[in-house]
């Protein structure tokens, strides 16, 4: 009987030999033997029948793991299996060279890839590393758990084109939050649009460095704003919308000037008289006096009217009629007026004891300061009216301050052109006078 060691060849019996067929029964049951001594044989090459390698078989010194084969029955698949005495055993299918591993007719990387990588696939046989880059091809359900960045990276939702997130149509009330760390709803977005920002106090600022763009803005249970208009004249008179600032500041600066327009400012210095043309623009003139101080001393402050824009003043004794109404420091009071009857005034006096040149010199400051209306100057079809307050110093020292209610009327009816102001004797030393216009719409 041969062993399991050595050559020991088989010889079966040659036909037409003695007891042939008895002979041929033994041979068969001397193969049967022989191959059930193979279990331990060492096989380092299984060939095919054209005598090329199929199988080989490499040994590594005092092996200790090795591969199974298992068959299976019709409803399952073979196994192969990694087994040995180790408790985990590996399984290694190398290819060789720049070979890949073929699985199903997929070929799998060569080599790991780099970390947070995917495996994916060409659609053409051959898988490869990536990020996570392509085309899902589905959707992605997250079964109740969450989308981390445990490296703290961002999140980016990026598209060649628009990105919408689509909210479902059975959500409930609060359909899209952005939550805190502790789980706090910061923001909300609901299944009609509407967009709120929860707790945000002083610590917690709503800033956006980009265009903002509205509908409408709601602060609370204010008037709903629909716009913001950058509109100088306030044209639409709108109940919804908001000004800017520089619109609110042109507003009011158009309608302070269409109220009240300088006209003319004039500066005296040693001159006789002081001769202002009035407007024909405006029904209603004001003119700001301050700083008028005659040359001499105890003068009267005078003014005169102009028909012909100052080529001539009216100084006939019924030309004017006037009252003039003083108050002074240590009280005394004194009322002076001038009617058709009287003909000692070819003027309207303003101030009735002018003391306010300095005495020689000697007291600095002293001067009239006025502001003075003048009404319907250029009409034709009323006469001229003048109105003005006056504060000035009655006596040298400047001890005794003088406050004067001025009213003029013209005698007859014409056009008044110009204005004078004059002193009883003497120059007007300094003074600054300022017309304005006064619009009545």
């Known amino acids: 009987m041969p062993t399991t060691t050595g050559d020991h060849p ?10 042939w067929y008895s002979t041929w029964e033994s041979f068969a049951q001397a193969i049967s033997n022989h191959l059930d001594s193979l279990v331990n044989v060492q096989i380092d090459i299984i060939e095919d029948s054209n005598d090329n390698e199929l199988l080989s078989f490499s040994a590594v010194a005092s092996a200790a793991n090795f591969i199974t084969i298992t068959n299976a029955t019709a409803s399952a698949g073979p196994i192969l299996a990694a087994a040995g005495s180790a408790t985990n055993v590996d399984l290694n299918l190398n290819p060789k060279g720049s070979g890949r591993l073929n699985l199903d007719a997929v070929k799998w990387p060569a080599a790991d890839g780099s970390a947070n990588q995917v495996l994916i696939t060409d659609g053409s046989g051959s898988a490869s590393w990536s990020g996570l880059v392509g085309s899902l091809g589905g959707n992605i359900d997250v079964n109740g758990n969450e989308i981390i960045s445990s490296s703290s990276g961002d999140i980016v939702i990026h598209s060649d084109n628009d990105v919408n997130i689509r909210l479902g149509d059975n959500l409930g009330a609060d359909d ?80 302070v000037a269409s109220r009240l327009a300088l006209i003319s400012q004039t500066t005296a210095t040693s001159v006789a008289t ?10 209603v003139h004001m003119l700001v006096a301050h700083g008028v101080r005659p040359q001499t001393d105890d003068v009267e402050f005078y003014v005169r009217m102009s028909s012909d824009n100052g080529a001539t003043y009216k100084i006939g004794a019924n030309d004017y009629q006037w009252v003039l109404n003083s108050v002074y420091q240590d009280g005394s009071n004194v009322n002076q007026t001038h009617d058709d009857g009287d003909n000692t005034f070819t003027a309207m006096r303003m101030a009735r004891t002018s003391a306010v040149a300095p005495g020689n010199n000697s007291t600095v400051g002293e001067s009239i300061g006025f502001v003075m209306y003048i009404y319907s100057a250029r009409s034709s ?40 102001f004059l002193t009883s004797s ?13 619009q009545e719409s």
């Open 274 to 283: 002081v001769d202002i043309s009035l407007s024909a623009s405006y029904d």
């Open 10 to 19: 088989l010889t079966y019996p040659a036909e037409g030999a003695t007891n």
């Open 426 to 438: 003497g120059n007007i030393d300094t003074g600054t006078f300022v017309l304005y216009g006064l």
């Open 381 to 420: 079809t009323h006469r001229t009216q003048i109105t003005a307050d006056i504060v000035y110093s009655s006596s040298e020292t400047g001890s005794n301050i003088a406050r004067s209610n001025f009213a003029g009327f013209m005698n007859t009816l014409a056009t008044e052109e110009a204005i004078r």
């Open 176 to 255: 899209l939050n952005i939550q805190d760390a502790g789980g706090t709803t910061r923001a909300n977005i609901d299944s009609d649009g509407n967009a709120s920002f929860r707790d945000v106090t002083s610590s917690n600022t709503i800033t956006a460095t980009a265009t903002v763009a509205a509908a409408n803005l709601d602060i609370g249970s204010s008037t709903v704003i629909s716009s913001i208009l950058d509109q100088d004249d306030m044209s639409s008179d709108s109940a919804t919308a908001l000004a800017t600032q520089q619109s609110i500041k042109a507003y009011v600066d158009d309608s």
